[in-house]
């Protein structure tokens, strides 16, 4: 859950520094003063999108640092430990916005991207936020509700792993099937081209060998005369060569050694040097001897490679590439030629794969049935409980034609409801009011919270247009979720906030032109003072601070 949280510089804030326990933690303050600033703090710690507008005037950095404790995270910690950045049961993530330059993340330390603070803030945090419910008018979104609470993410896997087999063998079987036309012209072509490759008759190893035999026979004049200067100057000098220089050395040498037996090691070399030197001799005599000014050959060499050059230039590949050029039109020419069979082949794989798609998906289906029987049900009654007596919910589940068939599998998925008893069940889209909408959103995400597995869940203002005793359900509901989980609510009704079983007040101060905001823990008798203040408006009376009194006496109990 998280532990700790703390803001420099962001937005109107200039410093905050905040603890946070488990249960339901009450975030609230008056119209303006930037509540959801703290959410928005955390968004930016768990990888959202950085604006450098967001850093406060006269400031060149903003820096938001966030410590969890993941003792009770075992899915958070094992991400941590894949991606070598676990330090123990804590973790801490920190997010620098700099004004003349890129944002920066970090991990327990370490610099990380923000797509790797999305992934473990995914693992960590979930956040519903204020216009959440918008995302509901949406039937992607609708059948993801559906998907998650029935915890299909294997299945979904599954069913788009194999629609994307399904898809690619489709693409290839059409491309198959267009060319039919053209294959006629394309297999003359491709014989007379692999005919005329073949035909050059060119070996792995001839190309490396002409290329060699060409330099040598090219430059035969050099490399005789340049030959006969080096044996001349070993062995044949008209003076002295330098095998005579290492003879009378050896000589000398030897007549030494009668006096310091010491110089046996340079003889032992000179001597060796002088036997390496008459091998030199010989085998450049050898070479020198081979060698033969031969034109004729010569020329068969340069029109060889004059035949090799001339068909690479015509298929536009490197000389030494002709042979895999071959390979390849080798390889067109027999997919064309045995295209019924291949064709036959392609045919009967897509077949398979569409019934191993449709198979999955049918199985998705069935379980989608049995999971939108429960959740209607839990939706339906919570719904009821939030101001909607004789409210109806229903997860329509409907199947698509075959050209809308997804990676999600054939399934159209539709909230249908009805407001008032007796009432026709019809779209979501159609019927719902603001208000109706808001309480709807509520009443299906606490149902599927069950399904979620991040210790902290947070949410930015979902009480809008709620009021009264429905209002107090709303608490409850929220109280009854920090039960489980941490729970963090930014809200502005009393009656949701009186339920939390801590309270944080955001309140803004304009001093010398200059506004900052700050986020306040509050002692119970502050606490009464703030209740009185969203129950009563501007003037606040005994009456109103006795009503905040009871009011959290009774969500405490």
């Known amino acids: 859950m998280l532990s700790a949280i703390l803001i420099k510089n962001l937005a109107v804030v200039t410093f905050a520094e ?93 610099p990380a991207a923000a797509r790797q603070l999305q992934g473990l803030g995914e693992l960590l945090v979930d956040i519903h936020g204020q216009h959440a419910h918008q995302s509901l008018m949406r039937r992607e979104h609708q059948r993801g509700l559906l998907d998650q609470y029935a915890n299909h993410r294997p299945l979904l896997e599954r069913t788009a792993a194999l629609h994307a087999r399904w898809q690619q063998c489709q693409q290839r079987l059409r491309e198959l099937q267009s060319v039919s036309s053209e294959r006629n012209e394309r297999i003359d072509l491709l014989r007379y081209q692999t005919s005329e490759l073949e035909g050059l008759g060119l070996s792995e190893s001839e190309l490396p060998e002409l290329e060699s035999e060409h330099s040598r026979l090219s430059n035969a004049g050099q490399l005789i005369e340049s030959s006969q200067t080096i044996l001349s100057a070993l062995d044949e000098s008209e003076g002295i060569s330098a095998q005579d220089h290492l003879n009378h050395a050896l000589s000398e040498l030897n007549q030494l050694l009668h006096l310091d037996d010491g110089l046996a090691g340079c003889r032992e070399m000179l001597e060796s040097a002088n036997i390496q030197i008459r091998e030199a001799v010989s085998e450049l005599r050898n070479y020198a001897d081979g060698i033969e000014m031969d034109p004729g050959r010569l020329r068969q060499v340069e029109e060889r490679l004059g035949e090799i050059h001339d068909l690479s230039r015509k298929y536009r590949c490197k000389p030494d590439q002709l042979l895999e050029r071959l390979d390849q039109l080798s390889r067109e020419l027999d997919e064309l030629e045995h295209a019924d069979v291949h064709l036959g082949q392609l045919q009967e794989e897509t077949a398979d794969l569409r019934r191993a798609y449709l198979e999955a998906a049918g199985q998705l289906s069935a379980s989608r049935g049995q999971a939108a029987a429960t959740l209607s049900q839990e939706a339906e009654t919570r719904m009821q409980a939030l101001g909607m007596p004789g409210g109806r919910l229903s997860f329509q589940i409907q199947p698509l034609p075959e050209e809308r068939y997804g990676p999600g599998g054939t399934d159209q998925v539709e909230i249908l409801i009805g407001t008032n008893p007796g009432q026709r069940l019809q779209p979501l889209t159609k019927v719902a009011s603001g208000g109706e909408l808001s309480r709807i959103s509520l009443a299906i995400e606490v149902a599927t919270l069950r399904c979620v597995q991040v210790p902290t869940l947070i949410f930015d203002e979902v009480d809008v247009g709620i009021g009264g005793a429905v209002a107090e359900i709303v608490g409850r509901l929220l109280r009854q979720l920090g039960g489980g989980q941490q729970v963090l609510c930014v809200t502005h009704l009393p009656q949701v906030a009186a339920q939390g079983h801590r ?15 700050g986020i306040t823990p509050l002692e119970p008798h502050r606490r009464v003072e703030e209740i009185a203040r969203m129950l009563g408006g501007v003037e606040i009376t005994d009456q109103t601070l006795a009503h905040a009194r009871e009011m959290l006496s009774l969500s405490q109990e």
């Open 503 to 517: 309270h944080l007040k955001v309140s803004k101060q304009s001093n010398d032109g200059e506004t900052r905001t």
């Open 18 to 110: 905040l603890e946070f326990g488990p249960g339901l933690t009450a975030l609230t303050g008056e119209t303006g003063a930037g509540k959801s600033i703290l959410i928005d703090a955390l968004g930016l710690a768990l990888g959202d999108r950085a604006d450098n507008g967001m850093i406060r005037d006269g400031s060149d950095r903003a820096e938001i640092t966030a410590r969890f404790d993941l003792s009770h995270c075992p899915q958070a910690l094992a991400w941590l430990r894949e991606q070598a950045l676990d330090t123990g049961d804590e973790c801490l993530l920190r997010r620098v916005l700099i004004r003349d330059g890129s944002s920066r993340g970090y991990i327990n330390g370490t």
